[in-house]
């Protein structure tokens, strides 16, 4: 009896069949996932579908493009071939999709952005005076709030553009751009730790003053601190930066928190001391995000502007105030 056909070799099929840009995104995202789950969730579709999809591709050029027996996934000689063609294509599409949104656009009626607490009042200003100057017609609106708060008002289309640190669940529908990144800092009362002593066993019995559960910062933090098995008492929880910083000034405590939420509490700052955390750091990092392929340039453009509003009032101002942190803002000047 012959050997069964391997999956590597070329199929035989009866006549030229058609195929489409979708099926060419899927073969794309198995790509570059290496599995059938993970191109599933690059694409916000299902398994079976990235399956099928792959399969009615594969018949339609004739050819077995992926040996589904390696681990990750892996293109045949016929998938390299296909590849870069593959590529091409997208981002020719990819690039008629943003002229024509750009050519839309000159009719603007209206732009909604939403902003993050820590950087609305910094942002918004030059924002709305830049895109009205680029859109005469267009009525800006600016909504400022929690990260999470910002993301439900992407999502449900009640906003184009957000700056928020945190992303959407189906980030394969949006542009995210990272502007900046920013440590995670410990804050304590003026002169409340020995610098003679542990850090860690001082902050042990000192009042710790948190923020919200219900705050995106409030989570990172909390689970932080689970990671690094740092134990708490809990003692006070706000949502305000202002609040926090002025209740740690008060209690003689301290707080973990990071660069933005301490300006936002700047008037404290002679009450209190900024330091490195005593344990492993972390991070925040700050993205502008749009839906993808509607705005054609514009969350690029935007980016930029926001970098450099970042780079010339945001960063000057916490240089010295925390200099004995060691680490600061750092602006993220191309797209990761």
């Not at 000689?77 to 063609?85: E, I, K």
């Not at 002229?99 to 909604?112: D, F, G, R, T, V």
């Not at 098995?229 to 926090?244: D, G, K, L, P």
Request: net charge negative; charged share 25%.
């Amino acid at each position: 009896m012959a050997d069964k056909v391997s999956e590597v070799e070329e199929i035989k099929i009866t006549g030229p069949a058609e195929f489409g840009l979708g099926q060419l995104r899927v073969f794309v995202a198995l790509e570059e996932a290496g599995s059938v789950v993970g191109a599933a969730k690059c694409i916000g579709g299902s398994s079976s579908g990235v399956s099928q999809s792959i399969t009615a591709l594969e018949h339609a050029v004739g050819a077995i493009l992926f040996d589904r027996k390696s681990k990750p996934v892996a293109l045949t000689p016929a998938g390299r071939v296909l590849r870069p063609h593959a590529h091409r294509i997208l981002e020719m599409v990819a690039e008629a999709r943003m002229n024509m949104a750009e050519l839309n656009m000159s009719k603007l009626p209206q732009l909604k952005l939403a902003i993050i607490d820590d950087l609305d009042a910094t942002l918004i200003p030059v924002l709305a005076s830049n895109l009205q100057g680029r859109f005469n017609n267009c009525f800006i609106s600016a909504f400022s709030g929690r990260s999470d708060n910002i993301i439900e008002k992407l999502e449900a289309r009640q906003a184009d553009i957000a700056v928020t640190s945190m992303l959407p669940a189906d980030i394969g529908s949006y542009r995210a751009l990272p502007m900046m990144r920013e440590p995670y800092l410990l804050v304590t009362a003026k002169g409340l730790l020995d610098p003679d002593q542990d850090a860690k066993q001082q902050l042990s019995s000192l009042p710790f003053v948190q923020y919200s559960d219900a705050m995106p910062i409030g989570r990172a933090v909390a689970q932080h601190l689970k990671r690094v098995r740092f134990n708490v008492s809990e003692q006070f929880s706000f949502e305000a930066s202002r609040s926090i910083l002025a209740m740690v000034a008060h209690v003689k405590g301290w707080t973990i928190t990071t660069p933005l939420s301490i300006l936002d509490g700047e008037r404290f700052l002679p009450e209190l001391d900024i330091k490195p955390l005593p344990f492993t750091g972390f991070y925040r990092t700050i993205y502008l995000v749009a839906r993808a392929q509607e705005l054609g340039l514009l969350p690029d453009q935007l980016a930029m502007e926001c970098r450099q509003i970042i780079s010339e009032l945001i960063v000057p101002r916490f240089e010295p105030i925390a200099r004995s942190a060691k680490e600061m803002i750092e602006v993220i000047e191309e797209d990761v």
